[in-house]
């Protein structure tokens, strides 16, 4: 096998506007590409951030997540920062609140975790 690097990742949202401002209002993620898909009813939005692509789907009839964030699959999504205190600080000028600061154990960096929309989780890991 020859993989390069993380291409995308996909998520389901329940509010495909209150998504797309989050995403791309909020954190900065540029938009690709936004289309409607008649066959299905629904919005695709694809966003890119430093060269990893985040797909979002619209999806107000799917089922909520189970549980935080021990559910099967995707557990979080992690972003690399330079500065976990000034991110959050950003995050929380901006309305959206973040967990208390803490150190990894194991790369001994300091992140935080904050929700989405939908309640997904989302790290900021320096």
């Known amino acids: 096998m020859a993989l390069h690097a993380v291409h995308h990742v996909a998520i389901l949202v329940s509010d495909y506007q209150a998504s797309r401002h989050f995403y ?5 993620f540029t938009v690709l590409r936004e289309n409607f898909r008649p066959e299905k009813n629904d919005w695709k939005l694809d ?9 979002i789907f619209s999806a107000p009839a799917a089922p909520p997540r189970p549980d935080r964030p021990e559910a099967l699959g995707l557990r979080h999504l992690a972003f690399r920062v330079e500065d976990v205190e000034r991110e959050a600080a950003a995050l929380g000028a901006k309305g959206i609140p973040t967990e208390p600061i803490r150190m990894d154990p194991y790369s001994q960096k300091r992140f935080t975790f904050f929700r989405d929309p939908d309640g997904l989780p989302l790290e900021l890991h320096e």
Not at 24 to 28: I, K, M, R, T
């Open 24 to 28: 791309v209002d909020l954190l900065g």
């Open 47 to 55: 966003l890119i951030l430093d060269g990893v692509e985040l797909e």
